[in-house]
């Protein structure tokens, strides 16, 4: 049995929208049992309950999807969890697609998956208008043609996707996966099977046209309002892009503005959802859609500095280390009150044995007096349990926090593995770069605690997000008993 899914087998997680205006959460709980509205038809209340939560963001916090205030825009978030007690601490959050570079790329369909691959990390390296390690990427595989490989490829300004997360992390919300509002709004959205559809989207500062088939995004293209500032210049723009897509695709394609979209027939059952005039709830809605998707199967474009599989392992490892560490704190002050108490009331019966035999030469031993001595008897034999138990007991949080301590800034650790404290210890993570892998090690070198560092040299070839797989042994394990 694998003790950390047995520790983290119920997956909580919460669809996050942020725009430059608004935060919207959604996610579903048990439904109560309460009475049930009809609406329009539906009379069978649904099994769960969907909760809508939206939160104004003021002015100048996120402007066109760049995190500008941090301390606000955290301060807004962790007001949202306080006050609707969201026990959910995984997120999976759609940002505003403004600053996020998308295009789809074809590649032969009979190449194997390893030339797919490398062509994909050529187009990555030569054909975005960023330097790649300037950027985060991520890649998804459309499958919706028999003659070759249409692959989306997605960028993000590694400083532009590092604020997001950054602000989330503060608040203790964990983030799976960072996408944009469109793939959000792909998964939410209704439209007939086998049917491309232009829509309109209308941001604050921008409208973004983009076109989706059976839910996979084709193409993308914001418009700055300076450009199209009224409505008939806007359909006049909307009219060349379609017509150009149409002779691309040499097919039919069908025009909708977003505010008149319908959600997916298995969420119109909500009322909060199917009633909403403005029909806002698409982003996060489509966010939480993605949050269902089994551990260890989603594999859609995730602008992280690691794909959603490898942060649900990231965070369940995180989440693994902080239990043993609260366990064995939890453990030390059961014990150290236990101590506390046997000691004070040792003291108060010596204290009153003293001051009676001042009192009176000779009297006789009172049965409480007898009880009360068995009583300290088996406290003390406790205490001498409790203090044999203690020095055979390993302290393991005193080695988490020496590798907490000596991780630099640019290591992400995925997974700590210690067999046992005679035996290697090992950690696998991923580096920002080469150097900063290396000054991991020498810091790791230089602790009291550990000894033969080894880091296996790999992927020489690759210059940014390196991964490593590190493994050193403690010095002298009598350092991490309790004393």
Do not use: C
């Amino acid at each position: 049995m694998n003790i950390l899914n047995l520790l983290t087998k119920e997956k909580h997680v919460a669809g996050v929208e942020i725009n430059d205006l608004f935060i919207r959460v959604t996610y579903f709980r048990p439904r109560k049992r309460t009475i049930f509205k009809k609406h329009e038809g539906i009379t069978k209340p649904p099994k769960n309950e969907i909760v809508l939560i939206e939160e104004s963001i003021p002015p100048n916090v996120v402007s066109n999807g760049i995190v500008v205030d941090k301390v606000t825009l955290g301060k807004i978030l962790k007001k949202i969890w306080n006050k609707e007690k969201l026990k959910k601490s995984y997120a999976i959050v759609s940002i505003p697609e403004d600053k996020i570079y998308s295009h789809v790329f074809s590649f032969p369909k009979n190449v194997t998956e390893q030339q797919l691959e490398l062509a994909i990390n050529l187009a990555i390296d030569f054909q975005l208008p960023f330097k790649k390690n300037e950027v985060y990427t991520g890649w998804e595989n459309n499958n919706v043609s028999n003659t070759s490989n249409e692959i989306l490829i997605s960028a993000i300004p590694k400083n532009i996707a590092d604020d997001y997360i950054e602000v989330l992390n503060n608040v203790d919300i964990s983030v799976l996966a960072l996408e944009s509002h469109i793939a959000s709004i792909a998964r939410s959205i209704k439209l007939n099977a086998g049917e491309t559809t232009l829509i309109t989207k209308k941001n604050q500062f921008s409208i973004t046209v983009f076109s989706l088939k059976d839910g996979i995004n084709q193409f993308s293209r914001t418009l700055p309002l300076v450009f199209v500032n009224d409505e008939e210049k806007l359909i006049s723009e909307v009219n060349k892009i379609k017509i150009s897509l149409e002779s691309e695709t040499k097919e039919s394609i069908k025009l909708l503005s977003l505010i008149n979209a319908t959600v997916k027939d298995e969420y119109s059952i909500y009322p909060e959802i199917s009633a909403d005039p403005e029909s806002k709830w698409f982003v996060s809605l489509g966010a939480f859609i993605r949050g269902e998707i089994a551990q260890g199967e989603d594999y859609q474009i995730s602008l992280l500095p690691v794909g959603t599989v490898k942060a649900y392992e990231y965070q369940k490892s995180k989440t693994f280390i902080t239990l043993v560490r609260n366990i064995i704190i939890d453990i030390s002050i059961f014990f150290l009150i236990t101590f506390i108490i046997a000691y004070l009331l040792i003291f108060s019966l010596s204290q009153i044995i003293t001051n009676t035999s001042t009192n009176i030469s000779i009297a006789p031993v009172s049965p409480e007096l007898v009880e009360k001595e068995s009583l300290i008897k088996k406290i003390n034999s406790l205490t001498s349990i409790s203090s044999s138990f203690l020095s055979s007991t390993i302290n393991w949080s005193i080695l988490i926090d020496e590798i907490n301590s000596r991780t630099t800034s640019g290591i992400i650790i995925s997974n700590f593995s210690v067999p046992s404290i005679n035996e290697n210890v090992s950690i696998i993570g991923l580096a920002k770069d080469r150097d900063t892998l290396n000054v991991f090690k020498k810091s790791l070198q230089e602790s009291s605690y550990v000894t033969q560092v080894e880091l296996p040299i790999t992927n020489l070839e690759q210059k940014a997000d390196i991964p490593f797989s590190l493994s050193f042994h403690i010095k002298d394990p009598s350092m991490l008993y309790y004393k």
